[in-house]
């Protein structure tokens, strides 16, 4: 059973890929639900993960949505290949000056 929960201001289902619409996650943030359990996964192992500005935005969002579910029980955040998280991508920081 899919739920829908307010999301700003759409209505969001519990859904994987209803989620990743909403929250503009595309493939760098993976959702899997199996059940009660939520899969996270960071999907930019070529950056050890490491997280972007829409990435640190959608995750939150995906939390936010997951944890108004009463279906989920539990969700767990993984990384893609060896590394968990990097850290902030800070290739993504403004440069002084620029």
Known sequence: MTVERSLGEHAV??????????TGTGNELVLRRDGGIARLTLNRAEKRNALTAEMSWGLARVLRVLSEDATVRACVITGQGPAFCAGGDVGGFPVKGQ
């Open 13 to 22: 289902s519990t859904d994987p890929d209803a989620i990743h619409a909403a």
